[in-house]
């Protein structure tokens, strides 16, 4: 088998199917350490700069689930795709707006563990080729002793190739987080860093009003998008800080924070 030992670093990826243009200003509110680069025709890739999952004792699986989910509830037009591996498994977790999220998981020697309406569902969301992208896919739901984690993880970028991903040279699944960092560095990926509430709220806004969203921002659209995204946000906060979940207590966090930005807005807006 190609497994490998049990020493395999934990590292992770966020692939999302939008230009960096529109990814920067949600990545940013999430206020981690993160380098942004495009992927490909409408595809962004997102590399930790750091480790949170080392440092705040949390599987990278949920860390980066955490992320996906506030990144794709923020976007709502375009999904998220986290990548993640560790010593003992590698896995899939596809966020799509408020729709539940999409996981899919092998054992560190490809054996897989997932179940087949999960990769369904997982092509269906992203727009996959319902006949010959889903048969591409079912190769990496069988045993297959030749193909460890990392392979099957190189096998969905291959697979999602066909609708244009282009990840850039060097940012493999399965290398470590210090290597990715390097290579995004190198090709001279964009350091995000938290501009500020002030800055921050702007340049989401000035994203939104120039996208397709720009309709939502005031009027009955806007106020039903922000009294759902405190509806969701306000539990998933409380429930992130009582189990410690940095993860899910900043998806919460950027939810309320959504939620309550856009009422603001529109009240604001509708008064002046």
């Not at 269906?124 to 006949?131: E, F, N, Q, S």
């Not at 739901?141 to 193909?147: F, L, N, Q, V």
């Not at 609708?163 to 850039?168: M, Q, S």
């Not at 120039?210 to 998008?225: D, E, H, N, Q, S």
Request: contains cysteine; neutral net charge; aromatic residues 6%.
């Amino acid at each position: 088998m190609n497994a490998r030992s049990g020493s395999r670093p934990a590292g992770a990826l966020l692939l999302c199917r939008a230009e960096p243009s529109a990814v920067r200003p949600p990545a940013q509110l999430l206020r981690e350490r993160l380098l942004l680069a495009p992927a490909g025709p409408d595809w962004s890739v997102l590399v930790p700069e750091g480790k949170p999952w080392l440092d705040d004792g949390e599987p990278v699986e949920r860390v980066v689930t955490g992320w996906a989910t506030a990144l794709a509830v923020s976007a709502a037009t375009w999904p998220v795709l986290a990548l993640w591996w560790d010593a003992e498994r590698s896995g899939l977790t596809l966020a799509a707006g408020f729709r539940r999220t999409v996981g899919y998981t092998w054992l560190a020697d490809g054996t897989p563990v997932g179940e087949d309406e999960a990769m369904r569902t997982f092509a269906a969301r992203l727009g996959l080729d319902p006949v010959l992208d889903v048969q591409a896919l079912e190769p990496l739901t069988r045993p297959d002793p030749d193909a460890d984690a990392d392979t099957r993880l190189i096998g969905i970028t291959a697979v999602l190739a066909r609708i244009g991903l282009a990840l850039p040279t060097g940012l493999a699944p399965g290398e470590s987080a210090d290597r990715l960092r390097s290579v995004a560095r190198v090709q001279g990926a964009e350091p995000l860093e938290w501009p500020g509430w002030r800055d921050a709220v702007r340049a989401e806004l000035d994203a939104v009003e120039g996208g397709r969203l720009g309709p939502y921002l005031r009027g009955p659209k806007a106020r039903l998008l922000g009294a759902a995204q405190l509806a969701a946000g306000v539990p998933l906060l409380a429930w992130g800080i009582g189990r410690r979940s940095g993860g899910w207590a900043t998806a919460g966090a950027l939810l309320v924070a959504h939620g309550a930005l856009g009422l603001a807005y529109d009240r604001l807006r509708g008064a002046a």
